[in-house]
């Protein structure tokens, strides 16, 4: 849920948590037990406590800028990869969705993915806007037959796209059709954001990066 799991909430939920620690993190679980049963730990919010817990668990297997390597050397190679995975094993665990194996492991399952195709109806499936959610009719999706006839349609009113002239506009053929009504806001809403957002990302990273090594 988008209030989270309240793993992190009260200590009779994040002690049982820290114990799934794997073999050779005794050390850190104690202090993280420790730390967020104290005045310091009472004042984080969830957030900040499972931030804090993973910069314990880095500092711990020597991957911390600046950590000790002495706790390193103790452990096997076996236990710091157990330890360096197990944030990832608990957001597995607890935030994701349940797999359905043959979701999978069948590539006809990819029919979840937007535009692919059911292998049966032959329709397309396309993202909706969750405002027009109640409006939505499954049934009226383009399909495969209809995308092909609206492709010949439009060639017959416009001709066809001359491959050999470097100057004309070439018209992606999702836009001849009727599935540019489901691309259009697919791009201009989420694709695009998201690219932005990836973009600012690994821009700040990239000046958080040249500010601590001096290059500027």
């Known amino acids: 849920p988008q209030e ?18 794997p073999e050779g993190a005794e050390p850190v679980r104690d202090n993280l037990k420790n730390e ?7 004042k984080m919010s969830p957030a900040e406590k499972w931030e804090y817990i993973k910069m314990h668990i880095e500092a711990f297997v020597g991957r911390k800028a600046g950590a000790k390597k002495s706790s390193k050397k103790s452990l096997s190679p076996k236990q710091q990869d157990r330890i360096e995975c197990w944030p990832y ?19 006809n399952h990819l029919l ?19 405002q027009n959610v109640e409006s939505f009719d499954p049934f009226d999706v383009p399909t495969l037959p209809r995308l092909m006839r609206e492709l010949d349609e439009y060639e017959k009113e416009n001709g066809t ?22 691309y259009n806001p697919f791009l201009k809403e989420f694709l695009e954001p998201m690219q932005k957002e990836i973009r600012r990302k690994m821009r700040d990273a990239s000046e958080e990066e040249s500010a601590i090594i001096g290059d500027f």
């Not at 989270?4 to 620690?21: F, K, N």
């Not at 094993?89 to 492991?105: H, M, W």
């Not at 979840?112 to 969750?130: A, E, L, Y």
């Open 4 to 21: 989270g799991h309240g793993l992190l909430d009260r200590a009779e939920l994040w002690e049982p948590l820290l114990d799934t620690l």
């Open 36 to 42: 967020l049963s104290g005045k310091k730990g009472m």
């Open 89 to 107: 094993e608990v957001v597995f665990r607890f935030t994701y969705p349940r797999l359905d194996i043959n979701v999978s492991k069948k590539r």
């Open 112 to 130: 979840k993915s937007p535009f692919c195709v059911h292998p049966k109806t032959g329709r397309v499936c396309v993202p909706i806007q969750p």
């Open 161 to 182: 796209d001359n491959e050999e002239d470097k100057t004309q506009r070439k018209i992606p053929n999702w836009q001849k059709t009727s599935l540019k009504n489901y």
